[in-house]
């Protein structure tokens, strides 16, 4: 059975003060893994998309990379507005395109 | 452009009444999907479907009923309301499965 661990379950950090969000996976052939930002009461929002071992992505403060077991979501010199839920999701090659299973988020607050 | 728009936002329901959450997406996506999302809990899929017409079950489809016939549509049907449904409902499209654009959701409690 696919399944998707992210730790910390929460994270506070101070402005600047950089760190890393982990996301472990267990599938039966990863076809894709995928990094999700939900705000309080809005819906998820789309921010990178991994593919193989050794792959790096980049988005203002995030970075995203990849390995065999886990993926890494560094943010750095966070600030504020970085506040959120970071959900990370894989798409295995058996249980076809048409779905993602997804963790349970690491809730991130930055302070001042 | 609006995006995916999920109706009602939020809805409280009595245990066996039943209601219809509405999805509509505007960006012309084959892919539209239900997720539920529970504290503690990942977003679990309900059903999903790849076009007008063709819809498939999720990991939790007990209890919900879906049809897809515009491309636009997809709406989510609570057949007799239970309190385990008591959730935060979210609909998404895409055009690939591999960036999925969220509604904001719909908040249901069932009592």
Redesign the interface.
């Known amino acids: 059975e696919d399944q998707v661990t992210q730790s910390p379950e929460a994270l506070r950090l101070q402005e600047g003060e950089s760190s890393s969000l982990n996301c472990s996976y267990t599938v039966s052939g990863l076809r894709g893994l995928f990094w999700y930002r939900q705000d309080p009461g809005k819906g998820p929002e789309f921010l990178f998309t991994l593919y193989s071992a050794g792959e790096e992505k980049e988005k203002e403060r995030l970075k995203a990379t990849l390995t065999k077991k886990e993926s890494f979501l560094h943010i750095t010199a966070p600030k504020p507005e970085d506040s959120a839920t970071y959900l990370c999701a894989v798409q295995s090659e058996n249980t076809g395109f048409q779905k993602l299973v997804f963790g349970t988020g690491t809730r991130l607050l930055v302070s001042p | 452009n609006a995006g995916?728009t999920q109706t009602p936002k939020f809805q409280v329901l009595k245990t066996g009444q039943s209601m219809t959450l509405q999805c509509a997406q505007d960006m012309n996506h084959e892919?539209m999907?239900w997720?539920r999302q529970d504290p503690?809990?990942?977003?679990?899929?309900i059903h999903?479907s790849?076009g007008a017409g063709i819809t498939?079950q999720?990991?939790v489809p007990n209890g919900y009923n879906v049809s897809r016939s515009t491309t636009e549509d997809f709406p989510l049907r609570l057949l007799s309301a239970a309190p385990s449904q008591t959730s935060v409902y979210?609909c998404?499209s895409s055009s690939?499965?591999?960036?999925?654009?969220?509604?904001?959701?719909s908040r249901l409690t069932v009592l």
């Open positions: 995916v892919y999907s997720y503690g809990m990942g977003l679990r899929l999903y790849v498939d999720g990991e979210f998404a690939t499965i591999r960036e999925l654009f969220f509604g904001e959701g």
